[in-house]
């Protein structure tokens, strides 16, 4: 993790944390660095996406001023998703992509996501070089003039090649299909509507009037509980809730319940498992997965392999070993053989299919991927690395898994985009959690090291 871009980009408290002088810095830095790539003489291509917040249309400005600046041209897709710019940077060859999100976070927050020219996350090495530059002599990139400066150019079209693209996977039609959509008043607000019409499904839409300050606004992937009254009120078949930019996907049944990433993992693994369609079978999960997936892939006879928190590090997995899924319980699903990112819009034409072909309804494909009861607790100390190697702190982390056996386990990890410690346990109860969690924490407050359990 660098002094400005983390595991998912440079965000933070827009104008405060990530200013308009950052964008235009790191236009610069990107337009002058893939202009000098292009040795022929050509002009270098950067493309750039934006969610809904009223803060995005200021850093596609100032990174399209700051491009430009430098010779390159900049192509705007205007609102769109993450996966859409990770998409059409490939399949455009463009240079590089630009993503404007600050994903799941409230409005008031917003980021930058850098992609290389494949679609996939750029490279820590030239990352370190931008954080570099930010830091050091504005003026050691030259600014291009005459008839050298770059153009700004309207590619709205890309949006539509992407929906084709999305239309063209599925060889079911979805008539029929009653289907609940809570767009987050963020990025997929068009997009997954038309994507929805055009495979045919009746479809029931919830948040997708953004007004620049309402993105994930009690809505969305993180506030499921919209959905799930959408669909048990108008007796819909499925649901799926969207986070600001879409690259994630949560789902509700037909009776209501939520179906996390872990359960939408083991559905779309057992279904390609079972057609024998899975390379290794074997899908890449992170250490935040639920002990209950394990334990369902297990009696699947489905491995898996665990990375840390973090889609970037799932997806670079995928890559090494060849894996075909991967993702996070927070709804981040790779489908490596059509994208290079989580995609949210791909998870549910995925589940659709499923569903389609299998003639089952969403709760009988989930049950076997039984969730047990996990309690994640946030805590502020006044060193991380020290807290983690702490005698006590580190004595409770091995108590609580004794005690737990085999029907549980504990986990301790410093958060990737805060300055907090994550605290989790997973058991049979919400009690034998609960007290796990706590033992821990207690720990950590009598060796000093503990400054505050976040609400």
Not at 111 to 137: F, P, R, S, T, V
Not at 221 to 226: P, Q
């Amino acid at each position: 993790m660098g002094k400005y871009f983390g595991t998912d980009g440079f965000r933070g408290k827009a104008g405060v944390v990530l200013t308009a002088e950052h964008a235009i810095k790191i236009g610069r830095f990107l337009g002058w660095y893939y202009s000098n790539k292009h040795t022929d003489g050509s002009v270098a291509r950067i493309v750039i996406g934006k969610d809904t917040r009223k803060s995005s249309y200021m850093y596609e400005n100032a990174l399209a001023a700051g491009i430009t600046s430098t010779g390159a041209d900049a192509y705007l897709l205007h609102v769109t998703t993450t996966p859409c710019v990770s998409y059409i940077t490939r399949l455009e060859g463009f240079d590089c992509g630009i993503m404007i999100s600050a994903s799941h976070n409230p409005y008031y927050d917003n980021g930058i996501k850098l992609m290389n020219g494949i679609g996939e996350k750029m490279d820590d090495d030239l990352q370190a070089e931008l954080e570099a530059y930010i830091d050091g002599n504005a003026e050691a990139i030259p600014f291009a003039s005459e008839d050298k400066i770059g153009k700004t150019i309207d590619f709205y079209s890309g949006r539509n090649r992407y929906i084709g693209y999305l239309t063209g996977i599925p060889s079911n039609s979805f008539d029929n299909c009653k289907i609940g959509l809570d767009l987050a008043n963020g990025s997929s607000w068009m997009i997954g509507r038309a994507v929805f019409d055009a495979l045919g499904a009746k479809t029931v839409i919830i948040n997708d009037k953004p007004d620049g300050v309402n993105i994930n606004t009690n809505c969305g992937s993180t506030h499921i509980e919209g959905l799930q009254k959408l669909v048990v009120d108008n007796k819909l078949d499925v649901g799926f809730a969207f986070d600001g930019d879409a690259d994630r996907c949560l789902a509700v049944d037909e009776l209501g319940n939520l179906i996390n990433g872990d359960q939408i993992m083991y559905i779309i693994a057992k279904y390609l498992h079972d057609k024998s369609k899975l390379p290794n079978d074997t899908v890449v999960t992170t250490v935040m997965s639920n002990f209950g997936l394990y334990k369902a892939f297990d009696k699947e006879g489905i491995k898996y392999e665990k990375t840390a928190v973090g889609d970037r590090f799932v997806y670079e997995n995928m890559k090494a070993n060849n894996h075909l899924i991967g993702g996070e319980q927070s709804g981040h699903i790779i489908y490596r053989k059509y994208a290079h990112t989580g995609d949210g819009l791909l998870t549910a034409i995925t589940i659709m299919e499923i569903l389609k072909e299998t003639k089952l309804p969403l709760s009988v494909l989930a049950a076997p991927a039984k969730m047990y009861p996990q309690v994640l607790k946030n805590v502020i100390v006044d060193d991380k690395d020290g807290t983690l190697v702490d005698e006590a702190v580190t004595k409770a982390v091995a108590d609580s898994e004794a005690k737990l056996g085999d029907n549980g386990r504990v986990l301790l990890r410093k958060s990737g985009t805060e300055p907090l410690l994550r605290v989790m346990a997973e058991a049979t109860t919400h009690e034998e959690c609960e007290a796990a969690v706590d033992y821990i924490i207690e720990a950590m407050k009598t060796s000093g090291h503990l400054i505050e359990v976040k609400k």
